[in-house]
């Protein structure tokens, strides 16, 4: 799959945090009250920001298997989880996966819970469905939070927000490394696909929210959509550079706001204990 860089992960994950529908959690966290423990796999873990929002919620012995294919981010997660906690009551190992051709190896053993984060909106459905069949088979709940769901809000608007908004849209649905991707169609697919699969489903929307203060995330944003403008809508490069000159003035003035909407979803097999 395309990797992303540990800068990028590092901006992203305090927003991420903030955006996690707490409802959502507390369904997580509900499933597996009175537990004394539980063994968690993170799939696509990047540096382990999963477990580091979700871990108070769970129960007091934890032990996290983080799965990744990026060698340089699964050495940062294993050198963070120190200073989480020590065992017994948490113990965290990092396993290198290429999650397209070995998913199944990643969910070997005894495990509670499949956890992701900003992960579905990159797969095909063909990838979708099988981890959805794998997880089923071996009776596992699921906490899929922050799949994009091509919602975005910018204030002030500007010419050409539409088109560039439409043209990331359009980008988000070629292969990521899994196929071409569900991009913003992921999160109600999954949702079926869990459903039809005998799962029921709590999910909510866990938009990122910038303000005035938030300037280097979105120019960040800002600056990704005007490189796949050229690619995806078929824009003049002046127009492009125009529009993000305009958008920066905006942050530069501190006038700009942006709504990036996400979905979280946890799915558990109808019946479980």
């Given at each position: 799959?395309?990797?992303?860089?540990?800068?990028?992960?590092?901006?992203?994950?305090p927003?991420?945090?903030?955006?996690?529908?707490?409802?959502?959690?507390?369904?997580?966290?509900?499933?597996?009250?009175?537990?004394?423990?539980?063994?968690?796999?993170?799939?696509?873990?990047?540096?382990?920001?999963?477990?580091?929002?979700?871990?108070?919620?769970?129960?007091?012995?934890?032990?996290?298997?983080?799965?990744?294919?990026?060698?340089?981010?699964?050495?940062?997660?294993?050198?963070?989880?120190?200073?989480?906690?020590?065992?017994?009551?948490?113990?965290?190992?990092?396993?290198?996966?290429?999650l397209?051709?070995?998913?199944?190896?990643?969910?070997?053993?005894?495990?509670?819970?499949?956890?992701?984060?900003?992960?579905?909106?990159?797969?095909?459905?063909?990838?979708?469905?099988?981890?959805?069949?794998?997880?089923?088979?071996?009776?596992?709940?699921?906490?899929?939070?922050?799949?994009?769901d091509?919602?975005?809000?910018?204030?002030?608007?500007?010419?050409?927000?539409?088109?560039?908004v439409?043209g990331?849209?359009?980008?988000q649905?070629?292969?990521?490394?899994?196929g071409?991707?569900?991009?913003?169609?992921?999160?109600?697919?999954?949702?079926e696909?869990?459903?039809?699969?005998?799962?029921?489903?709590?999910?909510?929307?866990?938009?990122?929210?910038?303000?005035?203060?938030?300037?280097?995330?979105?120019?960040?944003?800002?600056?990704?959509?005007?490189?796949?403008?050229?690619?995806?809508?078929?824009?003049?490069?002046?127009?492009?550079?125009?529009?993000?000159?305009?958008?920066?003035?905006?942050l530069?003035?501190?006038?700009?706001?942006?709504?990036?909407?996400?979905?979280d979803?946890?799915?558990?097999p109808?019946?479980?204990?």
């Amino acid at each position: 799959m395309s990797g992303f860089s540990a800068e990028w992960l590092a901006l992203r994950e305090p927003y991420d945090l903030a955006a996690r529908d707490a409802g959502v959690l507390d369904a997580v966290a509900g499933a597996f009250r009175g537990h004394a423990s539980i063994a968690i796999v993170d799939l696509a873990c990047g540096t382990g920001s999963t477990l580091r929002a979700i871990r108070h919620k769970l129960p007091p012995r934890q032990s996290w298997r983080l799965v990744d294919n990026d060698l340089g981010l699964l050495a940062q997660a294993s050198a963070l989880a120190p200073s989480l906690g020590r065992p017994p009551q948490l113990t965290v190992i990092t396993r290198p996966v290429d999650l397209v051709r070995d998913l199944e190896l990643a969910l070997e053993g005894p495990l509670d819970l499949v956890t992701t984060s900003a992960l579905l909106d990159l797969v095909s459905p063909e990838w979708l469905d099988r981890l959805i069949v794998e997880a089923a088979a071996r009776r596992l709940p699921v906490y899929a939070a922050l799949s994009y769901d091509g919602r975005v809000m910018i204030d002030p608007e500007e010419r050409f927000d539409r088109e560039l908004v439409a043209g990331f849209n359009l980008h988000q649905r070629t292969d990521k490394g899994f196929g071409p991707a569900l991009g913003p169609a992921a999160a109600a697919r999954a949702i079926e696909r869990f459903e039809h699969f005998g799962y029921g489903v709590v999910h909510e929307r866990s938009d990122w929210v910038f303000g005035a203060d938030d300037r280097d995330i979105q120019d960040g944003l800002f600056a990704g959509w005007a490189g796949l403008g050229a690619l995806t809508m078929g824009l003049a490069a002046d127009e492009i550079a125009g529009w993000l000159a305009r958008r920066r003035a905006h942050l530069a003035a501190g006038r700009s706001s942006l709504r990036v909407g996400h979905v979280d979803i946890f799915a558990r097999p109808i019946g479980a204990r």
